[in-house]
């Protein structure tokens, strides 16, 4: 996989590729439901503009996201190549090091992972979050101690995992 200093990027991007490429949250569905993708980059992604408006919307998880990382990080669209999360930012700055970062990264992975361990089969994480933030009573009463206790963790996990996205995931403020 090329990275932006063989591809002629930026100095911003060849700091940050490492990190971006080990991360890949803001392309596997975790921060974003959809990525706006401008006229002339829909054509080469294989997407039509929508009537309505002449761009197009990339459904998260990208199709390009791939075993971990973006395998189009060279070529991606401006939506991506403009996003920068906090953590990304301060990297970038001298602000935070990639070896504590992407110790944040991998952390933020594991949350993930166990959230997807405590949804029930056939559910996704985004939905049995809503579940739980809209109705806790209706999702819980009457369920085993085990159930309770899986919303409960689940809970825990999402509220650590909101925590990481915004402190170090969201988008960085110039």
């Not at 791939?66 to 190549?81: H, K, L, N």
């Not at 953590?87 to 993930?112: C, D, N, P």
């Amino acid at each position: 996989m090329s990275t932006p200093e063989s591809c002629g990027g930026s100095a911003e991007d060849a700091e940050g590729s490492p990190l971006c490429l080990a991360c890949g949250l803001c392309c596997n569905g975790e921060l974003f439901e959809n990525t706006v993708i401008l006229p002339h980059e829909c054509a080469a992604l294989g997407l039509a503009p929508t009537p309505a408006s002449d761009v197009a919307e990339l459904p998260q998880p990208c199709r390009f996201h791939a075993e971990g990382a973006c395998a189009i990080y060279a070529q991606r669209p401006d939506a991506c190549d403009r996003f920068r999360c906090r953590l990304l930012s301060a990297v970038v700055a001298g602000q935070e090091t990639l070896s504590r970062a992407l110790r944040l990264v991998a952390e933020f992975k594991v949350i993930v992972a166990e959230l997807g361990e405590l949804t029930p089969p056939g559910q996704d994480t985004r939905s049995r979050r809503m579940e739980l933030e809209t109705d806790w009573r209706a999702a819980t009463w009457g369920r085993d101690a085990t159930d309770v206790q899986r919303a409960i963790a689940f809970r825990l996990a999402d509220a650590r995992r909101s925590l990481m996205v915004e402190t170090y995931f969201s988008e960085a403020k110039d």
